[in-house]
């Protein structure tokens, strides 16, 4: 009977083996023919890009996470509500010390063309770009305050193109993210039909600003208005975020503005892009780098005439997060009549440089202290050289001048006849040399006892001193 049990039961595992393989083989089929188990289209990724010139721009590794397919529950409305999180994938910061991310400004000029914005998405996805600035898509949707177009593993959020005097679609600034970027998305704007701003989490979070200046042509009231509102905007950002601003600014910076420029001469937008960089401690990073001027401009003419009218901004203080940043014509599939500008971006800190002591605080009182003769000698040279400073009586109109005349009588003699405080390095190599000759200095450790005098105290050493003669 026991056997029989057993019989049966291995029967029975058996079966439920057989029929869990064959529904695992049923699922690979499902897939390999485009369809998942619920009837729904398997993602076959983005539109390949047509054949064009070949990039020079180096993707990063790319983290297995990210996967083809976007959360679109990440999203933020319009209106800055979240929809319910249902994240599949951990939420990865897109900048950090150990990954590099590539960060783009490009006017495509329109993307309403048949196969320009699949273009657009699968360069993106081919260089391993993970946000795109995106100037003159011209999608024209005035109901909407932000719209989200699927681009692949991409996704596009624009606000919406304007209308001309004579009804044309003009404009329209947007950006475009990769899976990653979206899944770490806190929060997109629309400022104006000109500035756009999105927040990425992160330590510290990142704020990218998209702007398309108005012309160098435009009326002066209309460029003054655009760098108004500019500046309401970034007076928003947090000092301690890490702040991007990239678009087509209309603005050439000549040679007496930046170093390494492909323009010629500054013209108006320009002036008012130094200004404003000057203003906020900003610089352009695709004028940081020496770079060859085929790796400068940015726009080209129906003419043929070139120029850099495009930009990436940095906060100075990340300037060392910056590793690379120029102009490439990867993109030029699209179709565009301006170039993509990159810049790769890994976080670093800067070294604080440590400031110099103040030279009173050099002098070692203490061997001035055991030393009477050197102590009188001091006290009597501080005596002269002040009463050769102050040739007046003291009284309540002149006390500050008095005053400042004995401290610089005293830091004068003092830095001219005192001795200097000698390093941890020689203190220890001096006591080692008389002690133990025969040992390696470099085998002691420093003595975390040694006096420290700060600049009170060498000043109210050398009054003390002169009150004791005088």
């Not at 460029?223 to 702040?243: A, C, D, G, K």
């Amino acid at each position: 009977m026991t056997l029989i049990c057993k019989v049966e039961t291995i029967t029975k595992e058996k079966d439920e083996n057989r029929n869990k393989t064959n529904d695992e083989q049923l699922l690979i089929n499902e897939i390999k023919r485009g369809t998942r188990p619920n009837g729904i289209p398997a993602d076959v990724g983005p539109v390949p890009a047509l054949p064009g010139p070949v990039s020079d721009h180096v993707a990063p590794p790319r983290a297995s996470i990210d996967g083809d397919a976007l959360n679109l529950n990440r999203r933020i409305s319009p209106y800055g509500e979240e929809s319910a999180p249902n994240q599949t994938t951990p939420n990865k910061h897109l900048i950090s010390f150990k990954n590099h991310m590539i960060l783009s400004t490009f006017n495509a000029r329109t993307l309403g063309s048949l196969g320009r914005l699949e273009e657009l998405g699968a360069n993106a996805e081919s260089h391993g770009i993970d946000i795109i600035a995106v100037q003159e898509h011209r999608f024209y949707h005035p109901d909407n305050i932000l719209k989200y177009h699927q681009v692949g593993s991409y996704q596009l959020v624009t606000s919406s193109a304007s209308k001309n005097t004579v009804n044309s679609t003009v404009g329209g600034i947007g950006f475009l993210l990769s899976s990653k970027a979206s899944d770490t998305l806190l929060s997109i704007e629309s400022i104006s039909p000109r500035i756009m701003v999105l927040e990425i989490d992160g330590n510290p979070k990142t704020t990218l600003v998209s702007v398309y200046s108005p012309y160098n042509s435009s009326v002066a009231d209309e460029i003054e208005n655009f760098y108004t509102t500019l500046r309401s905007t970034i007076e928003q950002v947090p000092l301690h975020n890490f702040l991007v601003i990239d678009g087509d600014l209309n603005a050439r910076l000549g040679p007496d503005e930046t170093k390494f420029t492909f323009n010629s001469k500054t013209n108006r937008n320009g002036e008012m892009l130094k200004d404003f960089l000057a203003e906020f401690n900003l610089y352009n990073s695709n004028n940081y780098f020496m770079k060859p001027k085929s790796q400068l401009w940015t726009f080209e003419s129906p003419l043929g005439d070139r120029a850099q009218t495009d930009y990436l901004i940095f906060r100075k203080k990340w300037r060392n997060s910056v590793k690379n940043s120029r102009s490439y014509s990867s993109f030029s599939s699209v179709g565009s009549d301006h170039r993509i500008v990159s810049a790769t971006v890994k976080l670093s800190l800067r070294s604080s440089k440590k400031a110099k002591p103040h030279p009173m605080k050099t002098i070692d009182w203490e061997e001035v202290l055991s030393n009477p003769d050197m102590s009188k000698q001091f006290t009597f040279e501080v005596y002269n050289t002040f009463q050769s400073l102050s040739t007046s009586e003291i009284d309540a109109e002149n006390i500050e001048e008095v005053y400042s005349s004995l401290i610089k009588s005293t830091e004068e003699v003092a830095l001219a006849t005192l001795p200097k405080k000698k390093s941890r390095y020689e203190k220890e190599f001096r006591h080692i040399s008389l002690m133990c000759p025969l040992h390696d200095p470099t085998d002691f450790q420093s003595d975390p006892h040694l006096t420290k005098i700060d600049l009170d105290q060498s000043l109210e050493m050398a009054f003390s001193l002169i009150t004791l003669y005088f």
